[in-house]
């Protein structure tokens, strides 16, 4: 693949305590990024690292004026990390990847030779590599409810190892533990997606940063940015439906104990023992239709927040504007 003089690649790298990784890390990305472009940056999100990432980053920024460094005072979270690396980045061509070594830099032509062909933004899709049962088998559960729920057909949302054009990151904002759903919020925008099969390094120093409880945190935040993406504009149309079916519900309860009521009390089906006001379904009926109420009224009061800040962001995203000279 031969250079492209006029595009700038940045790398975001976020860092927690991979002080061991740093060196060959680097070496691996400038030896794979020779011939995809004459200028490149390097930056360093050092994400509260406790160990000497910071001390080794500085070693090699002294001998390389590409690499840029971002401390931060502790450790926020690599969502946090990719902002901070995203804010300060300059390229036309961003790419994501891990500091572990987990992620071949070999692999780097093949992000850009997508992007070339027109994609906006490409994933990696780890089908190779050994791993533990108890961690590969969440991870697929986690993809394959993924996939069902957006209908997006990528087969690893979790790697990290992806590559943007700029305008991707310029339209989206990540935060909490959403870095993983960038794709789903990038298609979301109009943007295109794809992914290309890479191998899973093992890692050769430090020690692994993810547990169990990530797929925990990644399920709720999947309904986060389903709302993001499908009611965002219109909260009225999720809350409202919401509010339409408890009180529906709880109208529909409530004319039950009504009608038991007239045909036991009023010598139709004639009763002594039956009381509507012991019923638990009376309790029940009236605590839907407050529900319902409060849901209903709760996306009004959204609509009008959305209306009265309609300029701070727009529902659509444009591509390109086509001028007659």
Same mark, same amino acid.
């Given at each position: ?7 700038v ?6 860092? %927690? &305590?991979?002080?061991? &990784?740093?060196?060959? #890390? %680097?070496?691996?990305i400038?030896?794979?990024?020779? $011939? ?23 070693t ?13 005072r502790?450790?926020f ?11 300060? *980045? ?25 992007i ?7 994933c990696?899709?780890?089908?190779? $590599? ?6 590969t ?9 993924v ?16 590559? %943007? ?8 904002? @990540? ?6 759903y960038?794709?789903?919020?990038? @298609? ?46 219109r ?8 509010? #339409?079916?408890?009180?529906? *519900? ?5 004319s ?14 004639a009763?002594?023992?039956?009381n509507?006001?012991?019923?638990? !379904? ?8 407050i !529900? ?9 009061l ?5 209306? !009265? &800040? ?5 529902? %659509? ?9």
């Amino acid at each position: 693949m031969q250079a492209d003089a006029r595009r700038v690649i940045s790398f975001v790298l976020p860092v %927690y &305590n991979e002080e061991g &990784n740093l060196p060959a #890390l %680097y070496e691996k990305i400038t030896a794979a990024v020779t $011939g995809l472009s004459d200028d490149y940056e390097l930056l360093f999100v050092d994400d509260g690292s406790t160990d000497g990432s910071l001390q080794t980053l500085e070693t090699l920024q002294a001998n390389d004026k590409r690499i840029s460094i971002i401390q931060l005072r502790r450790n926020f979270g690599k969502a946090a990390a990719y902002n901070a690396g995203f804010e300060h *980045t300059s390229g036309d061509i961003v790419i994501t990847m891990d500091t572990d070594l987990q992620d071949d830099p070999d692999e780097i032509p093949l992000f850009i030779e997508q992007i070339d062909r027109g994609f906006d933004m490409v994933c990696g899709w780890k089908h190779k $590599g050994k791993g533990s049962m108890d961690k590969t088998l969440p991870s697929k559960l986690f993809n394959r409810v993924v996939r069902a729920v957006t209908g997006i057909s990528l087969h690893d949302f979790n790697c990290p190892f992806k590559a %943007y054009r700029r305008e991707v990151l310029d339209e989206i904002d @990540v935060y909490g533990e959403l870095h993983r759903y960038i794709p789903v919020l990038a @298609v979301s925008r109009g943007f295109t997606v794809t992914e290309v099969k890479i191998k899973n390094m093992p890692r050769t120093s430090g020690e692994s940063k993810y547990g169990f409880e990530r797929y925990m945190r990644g399920m709720l935040d999947l309904l986060t940015v389903l709302f993001i993406t499908r009611f965002a504009k219109r909260p009225l149309h999720f809350l409202g439906l919401a509010g #339409l079916i408890f009180c529906s *519900t709880g109208f529909a309860i409530l004319s039950f104990l009504l009608g038991a009521h007239v045909l036991y009390n009023f010598d139709v089906l004639a009763d002594p023992t039956w009381n509507i006001h012991n019923r638990p !379904m009376l309790t029940l009926g009236l605590l839907l239709l407050i !529900m319902g109420a409060q849901f209903f009224s709760i996306g009004l009061l959204a609509e009008l927040l959305i209306t !009265m &800040n309609a300029s701070s962001g727009n529902g %659509y995203s444009v591509k390109k504007i086509r001028k007659r000279s």
